[in-house]
C-alpha cells in the first residue's frame, strides 16, 4: 500500500477527499467526535501525501513541464488549503459548542466565513502566485459597493451579532418583542424566529429585535407569571372578595407556592370594583390552562359567597332560595333534578363545617353519607410508596363519598379541610332510593366515580424503570480514563 501512495499520489489524495466526503455524511450526527476524529485523520493523511510528493501548498505547484499533471497539482493544492479551512471550522465549532451551545451559531459561522476568506486569499497568494494586493484593493472595492445594497441585510447581521453575544435570550425561551410572544425556534444571520401560542411562525429581523423592547419569561427559569381580573358589584364588601378570591388561588393547585399568590383591588368605579390575581406556574406551556382553571375557581367561590361576577349572565336563582338549596342549583349531579325535588332535597341536607386541617373523610372508611362542598377548600391526599402526597383539590359544587353510596367502597384518599370549609351532609338512606329512581343521577356519580378511581391508580401505580443505555465513552469515564 505505502508503494502504491508513492506511485500514484494523486490519485490517491483525490481518493481522500471523496471518503472524507462520504465519511462525513454516512457517521451519524449522534456521533459528533467520531466525525470530527475522523476528519482530523484524514486530513493528516492528505497532507501527508501531498509534502510527501513535493506538492506544498506554500509553493507554487511541481510539474511545470507537464501542464496536466501541474494543473492536478495546483488543485490539490488549492484543495488542501480548502480542507483545512473546513477542518479548522469544523474544530472550532465542536470546541464552542461545548461552550456556549447551539446560541453561539452565528458566531460560528462568521468565523468560519473569515477562516475559508483567509483560506481563499492565502491560496491565490501562494499556489496561484497572484499579486494579493491588488485583490484585497479589488475586493476592497467590491465590498464597499456590495455593503451599500445590503445594508439593510448586514444591519441584521451584525445585530444578530450582538443578540448572539449578550444574550437577552436563548434558544426555546418565551419572550416577547415589541409584544410578539412565542417561543424561540431559531436566531440565524437574518432573523429570530419565534412560534406565537397559536402555532403560527413569527420572523422578525435581527435589526428590529436589537432596536425593541424584549420581555423574556424564562427568566428567571422555572417560573412564569400570570393574572387574571374579576369585575364584581360594587355593592359586595371587598374583605368578602378577597377571602373568596384567596380560596380561589388556594384551590388551585399548579400555583407556585413561592413566590406566594397574591389578591389586589385595582379599580373602582360606579360600574363595578375590579380585582386581579396574580401568580406563577412553573412552565410557560401551564399558563392558559391556570388562568381558565383560576377564573373558574374564582367565579365559584365568589358565587359560594354570595358575589357574583358583572360578566357573567344573570342568574335564574330566586334571592330568596336557601343557600341549600342554590347548590344544588350550581352542582353538575344534582342539577336535573326537578324544582320541587329540589326543594325536597334541600331539606333533607345538613351543614357542617370543618376548621384548616380537619378530616373530612380519611382513607379506608366506607362513607354513610355524601358531601357536597359548598364552600372553601378541600385536598385530597394519596398514598404512594408509603409516603402521602397531594393530588388536587376541591372547590365548592364537588361532592365526596359517592364510593361508599354507590358500592360500599371504601375512601382511596384522605379528604381534609385546607382552609375553612362548610359542606351540606346527605345520608345514605335518603339519597339511595333517589339514586334507584334517577338513573341520569346515578350513572353522572358513577361517572364520577370511575374517573377519580383511575386517576388515582394511574397517579399511585410504580412507573416502569428505563434502562440508561451506556456507550463507550461513559464506560471510559466510570474506568477513569
Known amino acids: ?21 462520504a465519511v462525513w455524511r454516512l457517521i451519524s450526527v449522534n456521533l459528533a467526535n467520531w466525525k470530527l476524529a475522523a476528519r482530523l485523520v484524514i486530513f493528516a493523511v492528505f497532507s501527508a501525501v501531498l509534502f510527501n510528493d513535493g506538492m506544498n501548498p506554500m509553493q507554487l505547484a511541481p510539474y511545470a513541464d507537464n501542464t496536466a499533471l501541474h494543473l492536478a497539482a495546483t488543485a490539490l493544492q488549492i484543495g488542501w488549503w480548502l480542507f483545512a479551512a473546513r477542518t479548522l471550522t469544523v474544530l472550532l465549532g465542536a470546541l464552542m459548542m461545548q461552550r456556549v451551545g447551539h446560541t453561539g451559531r452565528l458566531l460560528q459561522d462568521l468565523m468560519g466565513a473569515v477562516i475559508f476568506l483567509i483560506a481563499i486569499i492565502a491560496a491565490l497568494a501562494y499556489v496561484l502566485d497572484l499579486p494579493v494586493k491588488g485583490v484585497l484593493a479589488t475586493s476592497g472595492a ?29 434558544l426555546d425561551d418565551w419572550i ?3 409584544g410578539t410572544e412565542g417561543r424561540v425556534t431559531d436566531i440565524d444571520w437574518r432573523a429570530t424566529r419565534l412560534q406565537t401560542s397559536q ?22 427559569a422555572d417560573m412564569f407569571g400570570l393574572a387574571v381580573s374579576v369585575q364584581v358589584s360594587p355593592h ?14 388556594q384551590g388551585c393547585r399548579p400555583l407556585l407556592a413561592k413566590p406566594a399568590p397574591s389578591v389586589a383591588f385595582k379599580t373602582s368605579a360606579s360600574g363595578g370594583v375590579e380585582y386581579e390575581i396574580s401568580g406563577f406556574v412553573p412552565a410557560m406551556t401551564l399558563k392558559r390552562e391556570v388562568r381558565n382553571q383560576l377564573y373558574d375557581l374564582a367565579f365559584r367561590h365568589l358565587q359560594a359567597a354570595g358575589v357574583g361576577l358583572l360578566s357573567a349572565t344573570e342568574s335564574s336563582t330566586p334571592p330568596a332560595m336557601s343557600a341549600a338549596r342554590a347548590l344544588l342549583e350550581r352542582s353538575s349531579i344534582f342539577s336535573t333534578l326537578r324544582q320541587e325535588e329540589k326543594d325536597t332535597f334541600s331539606q333533607n341536607m345538613t ?11 380519611p382513607a379506608g372508611e366506607v362513607s354513610d353519607h355524601l358531601f357536597i362542598v359548598e364552600s372553601g377548600v378541600v385536598s385530597v391526599m394519596l398514598i404512594k410508596a408509603g409516603h402521602k402526597f397531594e393530588a388536587g383539590r376541591m372547590g365548592p359544587g364537588e361532592v365526596i363519598g359517592e364510593a361508599g353510596i354507590l358500592s360500599d367502597q371504601a375512601a382511596l384518599a384522605d379528604f381534609s379541610a385546607k382552609t375553612f370549609c362548610t359542606l ?3 345520608e345514605k ?23 377519580r378511581l383511575h386517576a388515582a391508580q394511574a397517579l399511585t401505580q410504580e412507573a416502569p424503570v428505563v434502562p440508561v443505555k451506556k456507550g463507550f465513552l461513559h464506560w471510559l469515564r466510570n474506568r477513569g480514563l
Do not use: W
Not at 4 to 15: G, N, R, S, V
Not at 236 to 249: G, H, K, S, Y
Open 429 to 451: 338512606e335518603y339519597l339511595k332510593p333517589c339514586l334507584d329512581a334517577r338513573h341520569d343521577i346515578s350513572e353522572a356519580m358513577r361517572a364520577l366515580l370511575d374517573f
Open 142 to 170: 467590491v465590498a464597499i459597493i456590495v455593503g451599500l445594497a445590503l445594508q439593510s441585510t448586514l444591519s441584521d447581521v451584525f445585530s444578530g451579532i450582538v443578540l448572539n453575544t449578550t444574550k437577552p435570550y436563548q
Open 236 to 249: 359586595a364588601r371587598p374583605q368578602t372578595v378577597i377571602e373568596a378570591l384567596e380560596r380561589a388561588m
Open 424 to 426: 351540606y351532609r346527605i
Open 351 to 361: 351543614l357542617q363545617t370543618y376548621r384548616t386541617g380537619e378530616v373530612i373523610l
Open 1 to 21: 500500500m505505502p508503494s502504491f501512495i508513492a506511485d500514484h499520489p494523486m490519485l490517491c489524495a483525490l481518493a481522500l477527499i471523496l471518503i472524507d466526503i
Open 176 to 178: 416577547s418583542i415589541d
Open 199 to 220: 402555532g403560527s411562525m413569527a420572523v422578525i429581523p435581527n435589526s428590529l429585535a436589537a432596536k425593541a423592547k424584549i420581555i423574556n419569561f424564562s427568566r428567571p
